[in-house]
Each structure stands twice: as structure tokens, then as C-alpha cells.
């Protein structure tokens, strides 16, 4: 029998959002992903829009008319992946590679103000483009986030970004959006992943099979990375996991000795 997308997106959509709205989906999220909404990304579709504050819509509409915005930086997909897993793990420290102007990082923003975490939260977003990050920096405050992230503007693989960003470690999600190579994606990783809390969450934009497409070496050096330091996780992709985004992404857990 042939499956009713349109149904089976509202109706893990609407389990989701009220599962968010009474609080409850806090243990394990990344299995929870994995058994209970087994790849129907179309259920993120229009969790966002209901989801985030109206401030934060408001500026994501105006964020979309600066000449610099591009379409998918991060694919509407990964921005609900983004913001439901921060939700779910009760995330407080979050870190980004790659703001771009901000579009991700006002999503991460949103849900870490929402998240039920304990203790100071912190967005700590790398990224050498000054001009980037001062149009990320009025984007952030207009919506009201002001207190709530840090903004490190050297290259990601730099001592400098290392030094500034290891004082907020460890993280509860690590999300990677940087220079889309391999070599590059391996470094940040041999820098970063130690400044991962065990059990926390590792996601990957444009982690797609994209077969020579740019950005397609994202996937390679991550392969190779998870394969040598034993981290769990799911490549959503267009062809693997019915109907995400083309550029794809990757979900992985940090392995937790205390918990599995
Ligand atoms: C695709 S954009 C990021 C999009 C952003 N995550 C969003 O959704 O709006 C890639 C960004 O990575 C930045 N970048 C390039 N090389 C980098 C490096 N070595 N370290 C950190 N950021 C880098 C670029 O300046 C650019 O702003």
C-alpha cells in the first residue's frame, strides 16, 4: 500500500509538538530520533515556524531580504534537526563552525533560550569573516538574544579559536557548517570533539553523498573521522533517508562510558 506522506508528516508532527510543548522528549534524543520517528523528515517541515519565537520568525523573514543571504545555508531540515535536538537534550553550552550571517545561529539562539538545561547557557559561533559576523551580531540583539552568545572571529583550525573557544567547554551539541572539505572538516574535528561532553551531539551540515557536487568532501573526511573515534549516527540524506534536503546532514552521538 502506497504511504500517505501528507499524513504521516502531520501526524509525527503533531506527536512532536506536543510531546515539545508538554516538555517531555528529554531523555536519550538521539535514540528517540532513531526508533520513535524513524526518518520522516518531513515531519521537521512546519515545526520551525510554529515553533519559534515570533521575534526570531520576524527576523528570519528580514534575514532573507539582506543581499548576502543565500538560500540554504543551512537547509530548513537541519535548522528543525538543530532546534528539536537542543531541545531534547536540555543543551546549555552549544558551539558553532561557520555563522555565516547568522541564520543557523538564530535558530540554535531560539532553542537553547528555550531549552530546560541547567546552568549558564552559552552560543559560542566561530567564524573569520568580520562582516559576517557583525551582520550575525545586529541579527542576534534585534531578536533579543543579546546576553546569550559569544562570537570568536578567527578560522576555525587557528590556536586563537581553540584558546577562545575551549573555555566554554564542553559542549552539549557541536554543529559544523565551515570550509566544506575534507582535510578541513577532519581538522576541526581533531580540535573540537574533545570539547564534547560525552553523550553530546555532534551534527554536520552538507554531510550529503552529493557525488562530486561541492561540499561533497564533507562527507569523506567525516566517514573517516567517526569510523577511527567510534561515533555513532545517521547520515540523513536525499537518497538514504526518504526526502532530506539534497545537501544532507549528519547526526552522531559522543560514545558515553557511563551510559552507553
Ligand atoms: C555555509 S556558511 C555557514 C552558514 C550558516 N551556518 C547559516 O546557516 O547561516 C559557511 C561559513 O563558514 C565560514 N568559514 C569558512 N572557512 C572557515 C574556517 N576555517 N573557520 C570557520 N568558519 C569558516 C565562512 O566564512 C562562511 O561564513
Not at 81 to 91: D, G, N, P, R, V
Request: hydrophobic share 35%.
Amino acid at each position: 500500500m502506497e504511504r500517505d506522506s501528507k499524513k504521516e508528516s502531520d501526524y509525527y508532527s503533531s506527536i512532536l509538538k506536543d510531546r515539545l510543548s508538554k516538555g517531555k522528549l528529554t531523555e536519550e534524543p538521539y535514540n528517540l530520533l532513531m526508533n520513535e520517528y524513524p526518518f520522516v523528515p518531513s515531519c521537521f517541515k512546519d515545526l520551525l515556524e510554529n515553533q519559534v519565537f515570533p521575534k526570531t520568525r520576524e527576523i528570519m523573514h528580514e534575514m532573507k531580504e539582506d543581499p548576502l543571504h543565500f538560500p540554504d545555508s543551512t537547509d530548513h531540515q537541519t535548522l528543525n534537526l538543530l532546534f528539536t535536538m537542543i531541545i531534547l537534550s536540555k543543551s546549555t553550552k552549544i558551539l558553532q563552525l561557520g555563522t555565516w550571517m547568522g541564520f543557523s545561529g538564530l535558530v540554535i539562539l531560539d532553542a537553547l533560550s528555550k531549552s530546560d538545561g541547567e546552568g549558564n547557557k552559552m552560543f559560542v559561533t566561530v567564524d573569520p569573516n568580520d562582516l559576517q559576523h557583525s551582520k550575525a551580531m545586529n541579527f542576534f540583539d534585534k531578536a533579543g538574544f543579546k546576553k546569550l552568545y559569544q562570537l570568536v572571529t578567527f578560522a576555525s583550525e587557528s590556536s586563537e579559536a581553540e584558546n577562545s573557544t575551549i573555555k566554554y567547554s564542553p559542549y552539549d551539541v557541536i554543529y559544523i557548517d565551515s570550509a566544506h572539505n575534507d582535510v578541513q572538516i577532519i581538522k576541526e574535528l581533531e580540535i573540537y570533539f574533545k570539547m564534547l561532553r560525552n553523550g553530546g551531539l555532534l551534527i554536520c551540515h552538507d554531510s550529503g553523498d552529493l557525488n562530486g557536487l561541492p561540499n561533497s568532501n564533507v562527507r569523506k573526511g567525516l566517514k573517516e573521522f567517526i569510523k577511527k573515534n567510534h561515533v555513532e549516527g545517521i547520515f540523513f540524506d536525499k537518497d538514504g533517508k526518504k526526502g532530506w534536503h539534497f545537501t544532507g546532514a549528519f547526526l552522531g552521538k559522543k560514545y558515553d562510558p557511563l551510559r552507553g
